[in-house]
């Protein structure tokens, strides 16, 4: 059973209420499921437990807001449901490796070193590049204060895109040994704001000659508007003569797009793939030649 939209549905749940109280119960009645089966999944597709799913997100909230807000970290924690300052700054150093006050004075000096700025384009980012039909129309970057989890997230921006034909993405590209003859799930965390085009993940399996042997760019659904950060997934077989395999994340026209925690991963063929199938009707002789015929 393909269990993704139970998934998100689940999770945007958890995003709308995570200042207030959470427990596996009241989310897995929302999802519909008893919560013990709900555990295994939720657990299955994210790596987590519904409680550090939980945490994780509020520890990242306070990070926020602990870098761009004045507010105290007794409120902070208030606000992210812990129940004392002494048990979000044990919770806080477990993940970010220092107290709430020393991260705010440490991370604000090097933000104002850089200008101030949350979001900072930057031409390299490590292992990624901006392609598409006109990059130069659209900007990538690091961002410090939409984050899903850890310190930063990467993002996809329109600038100057006039048309919704216009498309970039922020990709990479990898040799498919390692993966071959396997079924593998692509997975990340996306968040959207103001897209009147479509977004979503893709992934696109080539052989040695650039012959697409399976692809998906989510165009059957897609992510529009604006969205809170949620779990999206492309599942594909890399036939045993594959060569290539190319992904990342596409903005097709105007808006902004945030993306965090990729992973790669096998999966058994129980798991239904994504592959959109390319279908092209071959004739059996030419026909109208003329242009004339209606």
């Not at 490590?126 to 900007?139: A, D, I, M, R, T």
Request: hydrophobic content about 40%; glycine content about 6%; charged content about 25%.
């Amino acid at each position: 059973m393909n269990y993704q939209q139970i998934l998100q549905k689940a999770i945007s749940y958890i995003e709308d209420h995570l200042h207030e109280s959470l427990t596996l119960e009241n989310v897995a009645s929302y999802a519909g499921f008893s919560k013990y089966h709900f555990l295994r999944i939720f657990q299955k597709e994210t790596g987590m437990t519904v409680g550090d799913y939980v945490r994780m997100r509020r520890l990242a909230g306070a990070a926020s807001m602990l870098l761009y807000t004045d507010e105290s970290i007794i409120n902070i924690a208030y606000h992210f449901r812990f129940g004392t300052q002494e048990s979000f700054t044990r919770a806080f150093k477990k993940v970010y490796h220092m107290p709430p006050g020393q991260y705010r004075r440490i991370m604000n000096s090097i933000i104002n070193k850089n200008g101030g700025e949350n979001m900072k384009q930057q031409k390299k980012i490590k292992g990624w590049f901006l392609s598409g039909s006109h990059p130069f129309n659209y900007e990538m970057g690091i961002d410090t204060k939409e984050v899903h989890q850890g310190k930063c997230s990467g993002y996809l921006k329109s600038v100057t895109v006039e048309s919704a034909d216009e498309f970039a993405t922020m990709m990479q590209q990898f040799k498919a040994d390692k993966f071959l003859g396997k079924r593998i799930k692509l997975s990340a965390f996306i968040k959207t704001k103001n897209v009147d085009g479509f977004c979503g993940l893709w992934m696109r399996v080539d052989n040695a000659l650039h012959d697409v042997l399976q692809f998906d760019n989510m165009s059957d659904r897609p992510i529009v508007k604006d969205t809170n950060w949620n779990l999206y997934s492309i599942v594909l077989d890399v036939p045993e003569n594959s060569a290539f395999i190319s992904f990342g994340v596409l903005l097709s026209g105007k808006g902004h797009v945030w993306v965090d925690q990729f992973k790669f991963e096998e999966v058994d063929k129980s798991v239904p793939t994504t592959n959109l199938e390319i279908v092209h009707d071959v004739l059996d002789e030419p026909i109208n030649l003329s242009f004339e015929e209606e």
